[in-house]
């Protein structure tokens, strides 16, 4: 059994993980912050299918309350935490043109600097004679930039490069991963037409299975190989080449 804290974790792609690891018989750790009823919610539910499970509220832009987090963490838990999976994200448009201090920090923050800081805990308590991980969710955007979502895509790309930094520097004890989602759930700029030319529109022509995501972190979890790898569960769209400039014969 792992014991494993999954932020942003009560609703979307946090929820499906937290489920599904729920179910492989692991202790789950639900971060959230404004989510309280879903949270609680998702509690119940996993404690019904005699799960351990705990919530614990924080606004992860804010060291002193994920300094705070930890320390109930460790108050419930001691030192067994083994898994840290970063899920938690603030996604709002915006470009190179229009960006403001506010909202680019508001993305660092809690995009890039809070699983650094989570990380660096896990990096202090974890035990050496078992397989510690960290998964980051980050995003397939970081294999096929593009120029929309700024602040986020510059997070995410951080994020991807800190995974293999960390990966490096965390060895041989913790091992370090990364997970890139692709269309798996409309986005709340996107209306379901929009969402579904989307999907429709990668190699595989679909959209990716929300299981998946945890599949592959299962994966990565069980191979104790790997580390310093990202995973794209995005239906191939990194892939995507049929720019305007291909004519199709």
């Known amino acids: ?8 974790g009560a609703k979307r792609i946090g929820k499906s993980i937290a489920e599904e690891l729920g179910y492989e018989g692991n202790r789950i750790l639900i971060h959230y912050n404004n989510s309280d009823a879903d949270a609680k919610k998702l509690q119940n539910h996993l404690e019904n299918k005699k799960i351990e499970a705990f919530i614990y509220k924080a606004d992860l832009s804010k060291e002193n309350d994920i300094i705070n987090m930890l320390d109930k963490i460790t108050q419930d838990v ?12 603030v996604f ?9 201090v506010g909202n680019f920090s ?12 989570l990380s660096k805990h896990l990096c ?8 510690n991980n960290i998964i980051n969710i980050i995003d397939q955007r970081v294999m096929r930039l593009n120029p929309s979502y700024f602040s986020y895509s510059v997070s995410k790309f951080g994020l991807w490069g800190v995974t293999q930094m ?7 004890t913790i091992r370090v991963n990364a997970i890139a989602p692709g269309p798996i759930l409309a986005n709340h700029d996107q209306t379901t037409e929009m969402f579904d030319a989307e999907a429709n529109n990668t190699p595989l022509q679909k ?20 580390t310093g790898q990202i995973i ?6 990194h892939l995507s080449w049929k720019t305007p400039d291909f004519i199709e014969n």
């Open 166 to 172: 960390m990966a490096q520097e965390y060895s041989p």
């Open 232 to 237: 794209a569960i995005d239906s191939g769209q």
């Open 207 to 226: 959209q990716p299975n929300i299981k998946d995501i945890s599949n592959a972190i299962e994966f990565l979890l069980r191979t104790e190989s790997v």
């Open 92 to 100: 709002e448009d915006d470009s190179a043109k229009n960006i403001t």
């Open 124 to 131: 202090k308590i974890h035990q050496k004679d078992r397989d």
């Open 1 to 8: 059994m792992r014991t494993i804290l999954i932020t942003g």
């Open 106 to 117: 508001k993305h660092m923050d809690i995009n890039l600097l809070a699983p650094i800081l």
């Open 78 to 89: 001691g030192q067994d935490l083994d898994t840290i999976i970063n899920c938690a994200s």
